[in-house]
């Protein structure tokens, strides 16, 4: 397995009035998020999940637990 590709998003992590980590459209995981990462940072989303949250489901109905920083190169 290479990081050849993109992946399937590229942004700025943020964070919105409700707490919750976000990149464009997508959810972060938010332990995964506080414990490798900070607001601000540029990352490469790899893939995206449905939302299993019923809570912020309809702010974000995709979520990714799998990015990682955009300069970050192997």
């Known amino acids: ?3 050849e590709s993109k992946g399937v998003y590229t942004g700025i992590i943020e964070q919105d009035e ?3 980590f976000f990149c464009g459209e997508y959810l972060l995981d938010y332990k995964y998020t506080i414990a490798k990462f900070k607001i601000g ?3 490469n989303i790899k893939s995206i999940i449905e939302n299993p949250s019923d809570i912020n489901y309809a702010q974000y109905p995709k ?3 799998d ?3 955009a300069n970050d190169k192997p």
Do not use: P, Q, T
């Open 18 to 20: 409700k707490g919750n």
């Open 41 to 43: 940072d540029e990352i």
């Open 1 to 3: 397995m290479s990081k």
């Open 63 to 65: 979520k990714s637990k």
């Open 67 to 69: 990015f990682f920083l």
